[in-house]
């Protein structure tokens, strides 16, 4: 089965390092999706691209979040500097609609 | 602000047992999609319903979609300890791609 693939699963770093996320979507989806999942927020959407091309990033703090997709294979997310608060699982979602179809199974991120 | 708000938050029921979640919003959806997430895994899209009244069956889940649009429901006939986990509804406009998330339903079957 297709599948989204995230890298790094686990990632534990000091305050104030950059932290880059990276989603490789399921081939020939055009829409990607950065959410963020917190006990207590629930899954927020940070970020997302059709065609490559950002539509919406209100979601994301952008004086430290950034949001690209380099190629059609490729979404990363970079926080810069990073944050205790920043802690979070980080999801990657693509699909050809509207709405996430596909999840990967998050990045698992812990700023000390 | 837009809310979706899903009760129950938690859900703990035996083998076999019916149940169902809600998911209940002021505002109008253009979509709702209910996903099923499990510990330390990504949410799987289990359902998209978009039209009024609609009503999609899963198996053993059955989706209803309000007919103003604002509200949802998951009913569960018999359930088994392989439907455990966090049942997330989410709720779309128009103008794509800013789907709002209710904050979840945690089922635990127990055998």
């Known amino acids: 089965d297709a599948r989204v693939t995230q890298t790094p699963r686990h990632k534990v770093t000091e305050m104030g390092q950059e932290v880059t996320m990276r989603c490789q979507p399921i081939l020939g989806h055009n829409t990607v999706f950065w959410y963020r999942q917190t006990m207590m927020q629930g899954l927020e959407l940070l970020a997302y691209f059709r065609n490559r091309a950002p539509l919406d990033d209100s979601g994301m703090p952008k004086d430290r979040f950034s949001a690209e997709m380099p190629d059609a294979t490729l979404a990363t997310l970079k926080i810069q500097p990073s944050e205790p608060r920043d802690s979070a699982v980080y999801f990657c979602?693509?699909?050809?609609?509207?709405?996430?179809?596909?999840f990967g199974d998050g990045t698992r991120l812990s700023i000390l | 602000t837009q809310l979706l708000e899903q009760s129950p938050q938690f859900l703990s029921i035996q083998e076999g047992e019916n149940l169902t979640v809600y998911c209940n919003s002021s505002s109008v959806f253009s979509s709702l999609q209910w996903y099923r997430q499990e510990p330390g895994e990504g949410p799987v899209l289990l359902v998209t319903v978009v039209t009024g009244g609609e009503v999609k069956k899963l198996k053993r889940l059955t989706f209803q979609f309000g007919d103003a649009r604002k509200d949802s429901s998951l009913h569960i006939t018999a359930a088994q300890p392989g439907d455990t986990g966090l049942y997330l509804c989410a709720g779309g406009y128009n103008q794509g791609g800013k789907l709002i998330f209710g904050q979840g339903t945690e089922l635990s079957v127990k055998p």
């Open positions: 979602a693509s699909g050809l609609v509207h709405w996430p179809q596909h």
